[in-house]
DNA sequence: CTGTATCCATGATGATACTG
DNA sequence: CAGTATCATCATGGATACAG
C-alpha cells in the first residue's frame, strides 16, 4: 500500500507528527551539521551559523528525546561530550536531501522573478 | 553536481530556505489537501482538521505570495472563490510524500516505544 | 461561504552574561 | 569546552465574535 492510497486525513496526521518531530528554524540544520560529521557541541555551532549555545542545548535534548542523537561522556581527560546521530535519524535524510535540493531551486527561481 | 557535493554551509543554507517556505504548523497539510483535490475554502478547512478561519486564511495568503497556489474569483452566481495549486507546488509533493511516509513510520516505531 | 477583527496565551528565538 | 541563567522580544497559534 502506497502513500497516495492513504486516506487524506490520515496523510495529515503522519504529515503532522514529521512536522512535530522536526519543529522549529533548528533542528535540521543541526542534525544536517551532524550527518556531515560534526559531533562536539562547539564544532555543531560553528557549522550551524547564527545558532546561539541556548537554543543549540534545547535543540539538541529535544533531537536525543526523539531518538535521534545520542549524547555521550567520552572517557578521557580531560572528558570531551560528543553526540552521534543514531541510525534512526538517518531514515530522515532523504527527506532532508529533498528539502535541500528543492531550496537550491526555489533559490534560483527566486532569483529570476520566480514563475 | 549532485547535493552531497555542496558544502555544509551551502546545504544549511537551502536546507533554511525551504524551512523558511513551509514554516510553521499548517503550511503542508493545507498543500497536502490541496493536492488531494480541495480547493474551496470551507472544504480545506474541513479536510485539515482544527485549523481555524483565521489561520487558513493567513496561511493561503503566505502559500500566495510564494507562488504556491493561485486564487481566483469564479464568474459564477453567486461567486465562489477557488484555490488551486501551482505547477511550482508540486516540485514539493516528493518531500510532502516522504514527510508522510517517514511520519508513518514513527508512528509505528513510537507504538512499539521506539528503538 | 469566505473571510476579518480582537484579544490573548504560549512557545520559540535572541542577546548577553556567566560557570565548572 | 560545553553548557546554564536571565531577561526580553517576536512569531505562531487559538478563541470568539462578527461581516459582506
Same mark, same amino acid.
Given at each position: 500500500?502506497h502513500?497516495?492510497?492513504?486516506?487524506?486525513?490520515?496523510?495529515?496526521?503522519?504529515?503532522?507528527?514529521?512536522?512535530?518531530?522536526?519543529?522549529?528554524?533548528?533542528?535540521?540544520?543541526?542534525?544536517?551539521?551532524?550527518?556531515?560529521?560534526?559531533?562536539?557541541?562547539?564544532?555543531?555551532?560553528?557549522?550551524?551559523? *547564527?545558532? =546561539?549555545? !541556548?537554543?543549540?542545548?534545547? #535543540?539538541?535534548?529535544?533531537?536525543?528525546?526523539? $531518538?535521534?542523537?545520542?549524547?555521550?561522556?567520552?572517557?578521557?581527560?580531560?572528558?570531551?561530550?560528543?553526540?552521534t546521530?543514531?541510525?534512526? *535519524?538517518? =531514515?530522515? !535524510?532523504?527527506?532532508?536531501? #529533498?528539502?535541500?535540493?528543492?531550496?537550491?531551486? $526555489?533559490?534560483?527561481?527566486?532569483?529570476d522573478?520566480?514563475?
Amino acid at each position: 500500500m502506497h502513500e497516495h492510497d492513504l486516506p487524506i486525513s490520515e496523510k495529515i496526521k503522519y504529515l503532522q507528527d514529521t512536522l512535530f518531530t522536526i519543529s522549529g528554524k533548528w533542528k535540521l540544520p543541526v542534525l544536517m551539521a551532524m550527518y556531515s560529521g560534526a559531533s562536539r557541541f562547539t564544532d555543531i555551532q560553528r557549522n550551524v551559523a *547564527a545558532i =546561539t549555545t !541556548k537554543v543549540l542545548s534545547k #535543540e539538541l535534548k529535544d533531537l536525543e528525546e526523539h $531518538h535521534l542523537i545520542v549524547r555521550e561522556v567520552d572517557r578521557t581527560y580531560p572528558q570531551t561530550i560528543s553526540y552521534t546521530v543514531t541510525p534512526y *535519524a538517518f =531514515t530522515l !535524510k532523504p527527506m532532508v536531501d #529533498e528539502m535541500i535540493s528543492w531550496g537550491k531551486t $526555489h533559490r534560483l527561481k527566486i532569483a529570476d522573478k520566480l514563475a
